[in-house]
């Protein structure tokens, strides 16, 4: 079974209202501690996505509204889409986050590059628990690679 964007999402979506400032939007993201804050309308439908990295360009920001900086147009996939389909989106459009739709198109979650390293940590986790005599192995052939390299000057 293929593991689903679902499966890994964060489904606690907080959003920002269009117009307000970066300065308001930047102390709402570090409040909730999320790197990746998407702007709705006054219909509630989301018209972009400011991400932390944007804030971090812009010095005195309290009086510019998040328009000026969010991406546009909003990067999505539905719930179901396969994981590894939506890792390879986010890496051909070089962004770090995907909305993510219900079967109706609104908004459900968010996959950001920190929950794909968490799910990746804990597959890693599982992954050694399961060999640890593997696992050693590989570190001692790793660990003896590594010091003939070294032994060599390299």
């Given amino acids: 079974m293929k593991t689903k964007v679902k499966a890994v999402m964060t489904k606690k979506l907080v959003t920002a209202k269009q117009g307000i400032s970066l300065e308001a939007a930047y102390e709402l993201m570090k409040t909730k501690r999320?790197?990746?804050?998407?702007?709705?309308?006054?219909?509630?439908?989301?018209?972009?996505?400011l991400s932390?990295?944007?804030l971090s360009e812009i010095p005195n920001a309290n009086k510019i509204p998040v328009d000026y900086l969010m991406s546009t147009p909003v990067e999505?996939?539905?719930?179901?889409?396969?994981?590894?389909?939506?890792?390879?989106?986010m890496l051909e459009k070089k962004i770090s986050c995907l909305l993510i739709v219900d079967e109706n198109d609104e908004a459900v979650g968010i996959v950001t590059t920190d929950d794909l390293l968490w799910y990746l940590a804990h597959l890693l986790r599982r992954e050694t628990e399961d060999a640890p005599?593997?696992?050693a192995i590989n570190m001692?052939?790793?660990?003896?690679?590594?010091?003939?390299?070294?032994?060599?000057?390299l």
């Fill in 34 to 49: 999320i790197r990746h804050l998407p702007v709705i309308d006054t219909k509630d439908d989301i018209v972009g996505v």
């Fill in 52 to 54: 932390q990295r944007d």
């Fill in 76 to 89: 999505y996939v539905e719930e179901n889409t396969n994981l590894r389909s939506a890792i390879f989106k």
């Fill in 133 to 135: 005599l593997l696992s």
């Fill in 140 to 153: 001692q052939t790793i660990g003896k690679v590594a010091s003939e390299l070294s032994d060599m000057g």
